[in-house]
């Protein structure tokens, strides 16, 4: 599974748009982007995930650009509860299965 | 429609000793992953079990061993216990392993070894 690269750290005003980037220069054809955040303490959580097309759901949006080589998660507006690490993986759908979290994006969000 | 439960939350144990984690996966779901999480690490894909087979292992060496049971659950195994196995260990099910599976993970079992 390709590898991705986010920013250790990033920081938002509560009510404002969080917008999260994610490079993933080798994923393939078949490869899924998967978005996850970790509250302090807490299981990792689902939030989105999408091929090519932009995906829209209750909590955020996923942009991926037209070659997939990087995306962006929008929170458009981000709460206090919103402060997590926020995970970035590619997978394929199917095959072996070995998905690799990097050490995400911390986001604090600040009234 | 319950969740993803592991027990127990938290754990104490010294090297060499062995210990065992359980894992409840949420209902209707037969595919279980778990990881290893390390302080300020992001997790690290252990092994995955599909229908009671090992499908897919990480790079852990084989005392880190499963079980997955005819309802789904699953255990954890780590012999000989090493200062370094000291982590947040989380497990994660899924309806399965193949399409477009999205993972719900539980609050996972702090262990500690001295």
């Known amino acids: 599974d390709a590898k991705t690269t986010q920013p250790p750290s990033m920081d938002c005003a509560e009510g404002r748009a969080a917008n999260l980037p994610c490079n993933h220069s080798?994923?393939?054809?078949?490869?899924?982007v998967y978005w996850y955040r970790q509250i302090h303490s807490q299981g990792p959580q689902y939030i989105i995930h999408g091929l090519k097309n932009n995906e829209t759901n209750e909590m955020a949006s996923l942009i991926i650009t037209e070659d997939r080589k990087s995306s962006t998660l929008i929170l458009p507006h981000a709460t206090l509860r919103d402060t997590a690490v926020y995970y970035c993986i590619v997978k394929a759908a199917g095959g072996s299965y070995i998905p690799t979290f990097g050490r995400g994006t911390s986001l604090i969000v600040h009234p | 429609e319950t969740g993803v439960t592991q027990s127990p939350t938290h754990l104490i144990k010294t090297r060499g000793q062995q210990v065992t984690l359980r894992c409840s996966s949420q209902?209707?779901?037969?595919?279980v992953s778990w990881y290893q999480q390390a302080l300020g690490q992001g997790p690290q894909f252990i092994f995955q079990y599909y229908r009671e087979e090992e499908n897919g292992r990480g790079n852990f060496p084989p005392r880190f061993s499963g079980l997955q049971f005819p309802n789904y659950s699953s255990e954890l195994n780590v012999n000989a216990l090493e200062l370094d196995d000291s982590a947040l260990y989380l497990c994660a099910s899924s309806l399965d392993p193949g399409f477009t599976d999205t993972q719900y993970f539980g609050p996972g079992t702090r262990l500690t070894v001295l």
């Open positions: 080798t994923i393939s054809g078949n490869e899924y």
């Open positions: 209902s209707g779901h037969n595919t």
